[in-house]
Nanobody
Framework: QVQLVESGGGLVQAGGSLRLSCAASGMISSINAMGWYRQAPGKQRELVAGLTSDGSTNYADSVKGRFTIARDNADTVSLQMNSLKPEDTAVYYC?????WGKGTLVTVSS
């Protein structure tokens, strides 16, 4: 059973930064491809950033140039979020294949 645990969420003022981490455990050898998603109140869950098995990355247009996804080690992937905006407020989830974490709340105040 794979478990994903997100951490690093919190309250930050607009323009600030947060770094989210996703730690994986269970029946995996390493995270090869993973995505960060977010869901704001009343909105659908959306892909924020993706990391593929060959190391390439992709980002939602709304976060390009501000967010960076990276593999920290074999079982941890991070999301560095800079220049945060109130519209970035959401619960952030990491996903590995069919597995999802429970999410971490990011609140950006104006």
């Amino acid at each position: 059973q794979v478990q994903l645990v997100e951490s690093g969420g919190g309250l930050v003022q607009a323009g600030g930064s947060l770094r989210l981490s996703c730690a994986a455990s269970g029946m995996i050898s390493s995270i090869n491809a993973m995505g960060w998603y977010r869901q704001a109140p009343g909105k659908q869950r959306e892909l924020v950033a993706g990391l593929t098995s060959d190391g390439s990355t992709n980002y939602a247009d709304s976060v390009k140039g501000r967010f960076t996804i990276a593999r920290d080690n074999a079982d941890t992937v991070s999301l560095q979020m800079n220049s945060l905006k109130p519209e970035d407020t959401a619960v952030y989830y990491c996903r590995f294949t069919v597995y999802w974490g429970k999410g971490t709340l990011v609140t950006v105040s104006s």
